[in-house]
C-alpha cells in the first residue's frame, strides 16, 4: 500500500477513520496522512495522536462545498502519492466518495463496516440489499476509496504525529455558500450513545413519552425511534430514526418498545451490544434477534419500568 489519506470534517469520525488506517496498513504497510479544512484544533488532535495532519487555511473553501473538497482532497493525494482515500460513510462523506472515485478512477465502497484478509487480499464487509444481508467484497482497482460507517472503529490512541501547511489553489466553486449555520432544531446525537430507548408504534399514545423520558432519563439513555414515529406521527425529530433511512447505531443496550423488527429498521440496532425488546407479539421478528424480551403490552410495562427504575 503506498499510503492512506483519511478526511472528515468531523473530529470524532476522523480520530475513528486514523483507527481504520492504522488497521490496513497493518496488513499493507503505507503512510498515514489527514486533511483538515479551516480547523486548526482537528488537526491538532489527530497530530496528538501520531498523524501527519496536512492543514488546508483559505476560508475562501468551505467544507459544505463538495466539490471543492474533493477537489482538495484529490489534490493532497495526488501529491502524497497514496493510494488509498478513508472517508466516513455520513451524508457527506457518501457524496464526497461518489465525486472523488469518479475522478480517481478508484474503486469505491460506501457504508462499510470492517474488513477481513482473504487469500492475501482486504475483503471489506458492508450491508447490502437494504440491510437484509451483509457482503463482503473486494476492491479490484490500484486506488480505493472506502466510506466507514460511523463507530466501525474506536478513536485511534498514540502520539507523536504532525501538522503540515498544504497549500491549494481553491478552482473556481460551482457553489456559491452563502452562508453556514448549525442545524436548527434537534441536535441529538443518537449514534454516538451508549444506551438508546427506542420507541416504536407499539407506544400508543403519544401522551406515553413522557414515561419513556423517565425511563431514558434513569438509565442515561438517548431516545431514538422507528421511522413511522418521526415520519408519519412526528412525535420525535427525524435525528432519531434508527435504521436504513435514518442512523445506523452501535450502542451498549438498546431497549426497544413497541418495534416490529422489519429489516429497514433492524439494519440500523442489530450490532448493539445487547438489545432488549418489549413487545406483546411474542413472534415479532424483533424478538429473534433481541438478547432479552419482555411479552407484555406497553400500557402495562412501561409505568412498571418507571417504578422499577425509580
Ligand atoms: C425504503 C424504506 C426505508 C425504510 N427505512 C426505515 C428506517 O430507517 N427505520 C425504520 O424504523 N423503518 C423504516 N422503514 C419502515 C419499516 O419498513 C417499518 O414499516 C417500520 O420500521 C415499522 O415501525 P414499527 O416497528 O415501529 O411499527 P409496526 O411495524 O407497526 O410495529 C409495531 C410493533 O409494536 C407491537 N405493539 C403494538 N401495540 C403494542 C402494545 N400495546 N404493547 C407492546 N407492543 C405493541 C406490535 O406487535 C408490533 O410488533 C422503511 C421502509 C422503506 C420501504
Known amino acids: ?19 481504520a488506517a492504522r ?33 488546508l487555511n483559505n476560508p475562501g ?12 482532497l484529490l489534490a493532497l493525494a495526488n501529491q502524497l502519492g497514496v ?31 470492517g474488513f477481513s484478509v482473504q487469500d492475501g487480499q482486504l475483503a471489506f464487509v458492508r450491508n447490502a440489499l437494504g440491510g437484509a444481508t451483509v ?26 504525529g504532525s501538522v ?20 436548527a432544531g434537534d441536535m441529538v446525537d443518537i449514534q454516538g450513545a451508549e444506551r438508546l430507548v427506542i420507541v416504536g408504534q407499539g407506544v400508543e399514545n403519544q401522551s406515553d413519552l413522557s414515561l419513556v423520558e423517565q425511563i431514558a432519563r434513569a438509565l442515561g439513555a438517548e431516545i431514538a425511534c422507528s421511522k413511522p414515529v418521526a415520519s408519519d406521527k412526528k412525535w420525535l425529530s427525524e435525528e432519531r430514526i434508527v435504521g436504513l433511512s ?28 445487547v438489545i432488549f425488546s418489549i413487545n406483546n407479539d411474542e413472534n415479532a421478528y424483533m424478538n429473534k434477534i433481541s438478547d432479552y424480551i419482555l411479552v407484555a403490552d ?6 412498571e419500568l418507571v417504578k422499577a427504575l425509580a
Open 135 to 160: 457482503a463482503t467484497q473486494i476492491i479490484k482497482t490500484e486506488r480505493k476509496l472506502i466510506a466507514f460507517t460511523p463507530r466501525a472503529f474506536a478513536p485511534v490512541e498514540g502520539g507523536g
Open 298 to 303: 406497553l400500557k402495562d410495562a412501561l409505568p
Open 83 to 113: 493510494d488509498t482515500i478513508l472517508l466516513s460513510s455520513d451524508r457527506r462523506g457518501k457524496e464526497l466518495a461518489g465525486r472523488i472515485a469518479e475522478a480517481w478512477e478508484a474503486g469505491c465502497l460506501t457504508d462499510v463496516k
Open 23 to 55: 488497521e490496513l496498513s497493518a496488513v499493507n504497510p503505507g503512510e498515514i496522512y489527514a486533511l483538515c479544512i479551516n480547523d486548526q484544533q482537528e488537526a491538532a488532535e489527530l497530530s496528538d495522536r501520531g498523524l501527519a495532519a496536512y492543514l
Open 164 to 183: 503540515l501547511p498544504f497549500e491549494f489553489d481553491i478552482p473556481a466553486p460551482s457553489v456559491k455558500v452563502l452562508d453556514t449555520r448549525s442545524k
Open 246 to 273: 435514518g442512523k445506523i447505531c452501535k450502542p451498549e443496550a438498546a431497549i426497544i418498545l413497541g418495534v416490529s423488527g422489519q429489516v429497514q429498521f433492524t439494519v440500523g440496532i442489530r450490532e448493539a451490544q
Open 1 to 19: 500500500m503506498a499510503g492512506i489519506l483519511i478526511f472528515s470534517e468531523k473530529t470524532k469520525l476522523a480520530l475513528e477513520l486514523a483507527s
Open 61 to 72: 473553501l468551505s467544507t459544505a462545498d463538495t466539490a471543492l473538497t474533493a477537489a482538495a
